[in-house]
């Protein structure tokens, strides 16, 4: 029932840094794991990165060693630090906990 909101998005040129947020209206604490996700124009959505309450963090092949997920349980937010951006990581990226809804996502476009 717990609501995810994204934010942190922008545009960024090549090489560059953005944070991204995934903010609950909720505590997380009780969410077995949540994840970034990312859609790109004519490409299917992929997930990026999984974060559980425990256990492996687990990030796709293509953003490892630049990105970083994690979580701040009190104040029920889960992170997307993205480092050394590429034009092909631009997409819409969204957050979500195994729900079948999804938000509107936040914007990153990665361009000089």
């Known amino acids: 029932q717990v609501q995810l909101v994204e934010s942190g998005g922008g545009l960024v040129e090549p090489g560059g840094s953005l944070r991204l947020s995934c903010a609950a209206s909720?505590?997380?604490?009780?969410?077995?794991?949540i994840g970034w996700y990312r859609q790109a124009p004519e490409k299917q959505r992929e997930l990026v990165a999984r974060?559980?309450?425990?256990?492996?963090?687990s990030y796709a092949d293509s953003v490892k060693g630049r990105f970083t997920i994690s979580r701040d349980n009190a104040k029920n937010t889960v992170y997307l630090q993205m480092n050394n951006l590429k034009p092909e990581d631009t997409a819409v990226y969204y957050c979500?906990?195994?729900?079948?809804?999804w938000g509107q996502g936040t914007q990153v476009t990665v361009s000089s």
């Open positions: 979500n906990d195994g729900s079948i809804r």
């Open positions: 909720g505590s997380i604490r009780g969410i077995y794991a």
């Open positions: 974060i559980p309450n425990t256990g492996v963090i």
